[in-house]
């Protein structure tokens, strides 16, 4: 349902949209690296199903079937708090959060 949603958020604005799908294991990989035990997400995320082009951000399926778009910092020190996150109960709810911040970025 996710892959439909935000590929009909590309066919709608196009080679500009600034998201896409990924089955990339490197963002999963990532994501344990920069988390540490005392995040919250720490080994909840199962895999990466999309990833912004704009930014450092990336959008995880984590086990109990929501969502977190999480911004990768590429850094094994993190403070706390780090790498920031949010999190959605569903793939609706992403779809919207990432086109209404496309629009009040890009548009």
Same mark, same amino acid.
């Given at each position: 349902?996710?892959?439909?949603?935000? &590929?009909?958020?590309?066919?709608?604005?196009? +080679? $500009?949209? @600034?998201?896409? =799908?990924?089955?990339?294991? !490197?963002?999963?990989?990532?994501?344990?690296?920069?988390?540490?035990?005392?995040?919250?997400?720490?080994?909840?995320?199962?895999?990466?199903?999309?990833?912004?082009?704009? &930014?450092?951000?990336?959008?995880?399926?984590? +086990? $109990?079937? @929501?969502?977190? =778009?999480?911004?990768?910092? !590429?850094?094994?020190?993190?403070?706390?708090?780090?790498?920031?996150?949010?999190?959605?109960?569903?793939?609706?709810?992403?779809?919207?959060?990432?086109?209404?911040?496309?629009?009040?970025?890009?548009?």
């Amino acid at each position: 349902m996710l892959d439909e949603l935000l &590929n009909e958020l590309i066919e709608k604005y196009g +080679d $500009d949209f @600034s998201w896409g =799908i990924t089955n990339d294991n !490197y963002f999963l990989d990532e994501l344990n690296v920069e988390l540490s035990v005392d995040h919250p997400l720490h080994n909840k995320a199962s895999k990466a199903v999309a990833r912004c082009y704009s &930014n450092d951000d990336v959008l995880f399926l984590l +086990d $109990d079937h @929501s969502y977190a =778009i999480i911004h990768l910092t !590429y850094s094994k020190m993190n403070i706390n708090g780090y790498p920031c996150y949010r999190c959605f109960p569903n793939a609706t709810s992403v779809i919207e959060y990432i086109e209404k911040g496309y629009i009040a970025e890009f548009l």
